[in-house]
């Protein structure tokens, strides 16, 4: 019978294990077995906590989800400036946190995408996430532009942060978290920088 308290702290050791088993040989090579050795672990105590690779799969995606959704929150907190553009500009920071840019999480979040258009489980857990973003920006968007117009600058900006994330994951250099920010943010002012700064 396990020890009280050993659920949380196995399911951490079994998250990392798997960050750094796909980051070594990537999803497919990434087998029960090589991550339980990773954890120093049995076979049968993934099974236990997760059933699967599936489900491994899943709480490892939700760790980092979770690690990106309070990245956002966090700095959103901290703003002594509440204007749009300013938690603009957090939301953007948060998406490019090094807990989501680092080798092991974007080796992940890209055998996630790929696996996500195959299992339901994950691709729910994949429109949540988009939902998420784009709610968040639109938001901020809305407060200073006309509805229509917000709509489409918050998802001009969901796709430039995608599309900035995946450029430097399959770039195989380090990633380039200036350069990313400073893009994003030329990209923001051209969306609300006409505005008066007081509103902005």
Known sequence: MPKVGMQPIRRSQLINAT????????MSDASIAYIARLAGVSNGIISHYFQDKNGLLEATMRHLMLAL??????????L???SPRAHLRAIIDGNFD????????M??????WAFSMHQPS????????????????????RRVLPQDRARVAARGMAALIDGLWLRGALS?????????????YDYLDTQIGFIEPAKV
């Open 172 to 184: 195989g250099a380090r990633f380039d978290i200036k350069l990313a920010l400073k893009i994003a």
């Open 19 to 26: 960050l750094k088993a796909v980051d070594q040989v990537g």
């Open 122 to 141: 994950l691709q729910r857990l994949q429109r949540v996430n988009d939902r998420r973003l784009y709610s968040n920006l639109c938001g901020q968007f």
């Open 80 to 82: 002594k400036d509440s």
């Open 69 to 78: 959704s309070d990245g956002v929150r966090e700095r959103r907190a901290a």
């Open 98 to 105: 090094e807990t989501q840019v680092n080798g092991p999480a």
């Open 107 to 112: 080796k992940t979040w890209l055998a996630f």
